[in-house]
C-alpha cells in the first residue's frame, strides 16, 4: 500500500511561517502530480481545497488565496515535497493533505496521505 507522510502542522500565531513535509516512495514523488490540499474545519472530505500542486516538466499552480504566501517544491533526493507557509491567517487552518495522483488520471493513481493539522490563532 502506498503511503504519503505529512509532517509539520501545528499551532502557530497569524503572520508566523510553516514548513510542511510529504514523504514517499520515489516512483510517485518524482513520476506524479504532487499536491496540497486542506480540510478546513467543518467540511466534508469532497470539500478539500487545492492549495498548490507542482507537475514534473511543467511547474506549479497555487489558489488565489495563498498567492504570494505558500510556496510547493520537491526535493527528488529525499522523496520529499514541502509546502512553505509564510503570513499565514486564520483563514488558512486546517488539515493538510498531500496527494499524489498519476499524470494520466486519477483512476491511474491517486494517493492521500493521513493529513497534518495546520491551526493559525488571530
Known amino acids: 500500500q502506498v503511503q504519503l507522510v505529512e509532517s509539520g502542522g501545528g499551532l502557530v500565531q497569524a503572520g508566523g511561517s510553516l514548513r510542511l513535509s510529504c514523504v514517499g516512495p520515489?516512483?510517485?514523488?518524482?513520476?506524479?502530480?504532487m499536491a496540497w490540499y486542506r480540510q478546513a474545519p467543518g467540511k466534508r472530505r469532497e470539500q478539500r481545497e487545492m492549495?498548490?500542486?507542482?507537475?514534473?516538466?511543467?511547474?506549479?499552480n497555487y489558489a488565489d488565496s495563498v498567492k504570494g504566501r505558500f510556496t510547493i517544491s520537491k526535493d527528488s533526493a529525499k522523496n520529499t515535497v514541502y509546502l512553505q507557509m509564510n503570513s499565514l491567517e486564520p483563514e488558512d487552518t486546517g488539515v493538510y493533505y498531500c496527494?499524489?495522483?498519476?499524470?494520466?488520471?486519477?483512476?491511474?493513481?491517486?494517493?492521500w496521505g493521513q493529513g497534518t493539522q495546520v491551526t493559525v490563532s488571530s
Open positions: 492549495v498548490e500542486t507542482i507537475i514534473p516538466q511543467r511547474g506549479s
Open positions: 496527494n499524489g495522483r498519476h499524470l494520466g488520471g486519477g483512476w491511474l493513481g491517486d494517493f
Open positions: 520515489t516512483h510517485i514523488i518524482n513520476t506524479h502530480e
